[in-house]
């Protein structure tokens, strides 16, 4: 497992650094002009000597190659630079933020496998059977439906029509402490729209691999030695079937943290959303740049984490990935 993990660790820093570079490129492609995007509306009444001046203290003078080095030297030493969009520096910035973004997304996904797995097992029991069709319908037309959409319907239920809860932010209106019952509160819809935003795919994955267990030589030797069904079924079948889904975890990291943006927005949950937007439309490297690498490092530590899983649950797969 050490050696996988230091493996994947030295391959994960060209990727890192690709990405970067990738970000600085499109970011200098893109129309939008950090220069202007800092002033504001002070740009449109500056002169051309005020704004050559502030487009070298920002450093937009440079080439998009030089800014990526500077920023990778002084990252690479801790400092991560300052946010020009959001006047402060990058680490302050995610730092008050990425906690609220992890919060909804480990509770989101811990509710969507669960939920998921439960769900499969139960449809895989009887293929074919109303239950079965019901659950598949289901997950298919969820498959299907964009998260930002199930946010929107979700308020537009359970906020407005319905009123048993809030329809967005941290905490209720008026009050600037965070206590634990209105963060669980105003925590509920969101972190149950993303989690059945990730649903779909646990569902369809545990019951076509349970399914398929439920159809070995071994499981029906289990049958065939009057062990009770539910044995079977969770000691047996749901062992061999969950095995598909411990990649899948991986796999659904980048959908996980896609969602979430979208997710955060619809519920103005005070996450990294709002900061990645700003970063955007400002056109802000520093930012820009660090998101992108929390991103990627996010979706490869996911992946790394599903091989060391699937390594455990299945030994014959060893861990020489």
Request: charged share 15%.
């Amino acid at each position: 497992m050490a050696r996988m993990a230091g493996r994947r660790l030295l391959h994960a820093a060209p990727v890192l650094l690709a990405v970067t570079f990738g970000v600085f490129a499109i970011a200098a492609a893109s129309p939008f002009d950090p220069v202007k995007a800092y002033a504001g509306t002070a740009g449109m009444t500056a002169s051309k000597e005020a704004l050559a001046d502030l487009r070298a203290n920002l450093g937009a003078d440079q080439p998009f190659a030089a800014r990526w080095w500077d920023w990778l030297t002084t990252a690479l030493s801790g400092d991560l630079g300052d946010s020009t969009s959001m006047r402060q520096p990058v680490a302050a910035v995610i730092g008050e933020r990425i906690g609220w973004t992890m919060l909804l997304c480990a509770v989101a996904f811990a509710a969507a496998v669960v939920v998921g797995t439960l769900l499969g097992v139960l449809a895989a029991r009887r293929r074919g059977g109303l239950l079965d069709r019901t659950v598949t319908s289901l997950a298919y037309s969820l498959e299907a439906a964009p998260p930002f959409w199930l946010g929107l319907l979700a308020v537009w239920l359970f906020a407005l029509q319905l009123g048993v809860l809030p329809a967005g932010g941290l905490t209720d209106t008026g009050t600037d402490t965070a206590t634990f019952g209105q963060v669980g509160s105003h925590l509920l819809l969101p972190a149950s729209v993303l989690a059945v935003s990730q649903l779909p795919w646990f569902v369809l994955y545990v019951r076509q691999g349970v399914g398929d267990a439920l159809d070995e030589d071994p499981v029906r030797g289990a049958k065939a030695r009057g062990l009770a069904p539910r044995t079977v079924l969770f000691g047996h079948a749901l062992r061999s079937g969950l095995l598909p889904v411990l990649t899948l975890i991986g796999t659904r990291v980048p959908e996980l943290i896609t969602g979430a943006l979208l997710i955060e927005t619809v519920f103005s949950w005070p996450g990294i959303a709002a900061a990645t937007v700003e970063a955007a439309t400002g056109v802000d490297f520093p930012l820009l740049a660090a998101l992108t690498v929390l991103a990627t490092a996010a979706v490869l530590l996911g992946n790394l984490i599903s091989d060391l899983l699937y390594g455990l649950a299945d030994p014959r797969v060893g861990f020489d990935g």
